[in-house]
Nanobody
Framework: QVHVVESGGGSVPAGGSLRLSCVAS????????MAWFRQAPDKEREGVAE????????YYADSVKGRFTLSQGIAKTTLYLQMNSLKPDDTAIYYC????????????????WGQGTQVTVSA
């Protein structure tokens, strides 16, 4: 069992920045990936960015590339998402995801979800 907790959402004007944090704990081995997904009102949950447990592989959705940056804490089970140049289209609930078996880009890849944190970007 893995427990995932996010923090750091909030409300900012367009062009602003936010930093999301995620901590995974529990029965964690090697080979996992962690990721951020988001779900906007009336839209499906989509993958935003992912990173391998060793930090050597990262992926960003085209919609956030160049604006969002993933990083890990000293403990590799801590994940950060630095979001810059935020746009109203980035408004969504952001979920941290833990994928036990590897790549973490689809909802079906995820074994453990965090509770979600709201990000609101005003025009």
């Amino acid at each position: 069992q893995v427990h995932v907790v996010e923090s750091g959402g909030g409300s900012v004007p367009a062009g602003g920045s936010l930093r999301l944090s995620c901590v995974a704990s529990g029965n964690i081995g090697n080979g996992y990936y962690m990721a951020w997904f988001r779900q906007a009102p009336d839209k499906e949950r989509e993958g935003v960015a992912e990173i391998s447990f060793g930090g050597g592989v990262t992926y960003y959705a085209d919609s956030v590339k160049g604006r969002f940056t993933l990083s890990q804490g000293i403990a590799k089970t801590t994940l950060y998402l630095q979001m810059n140049s935020l746009k109203p289209d980035d408004t969504a609930i952001y979920y941290c995801a833990f994928c036990v078996f590897g790549p973490c880009r689809r909802n079906s890849d995820v074994q453990y979800w965090g509770q979600g944190t709201q990000v609101t970007v005003s025009a």
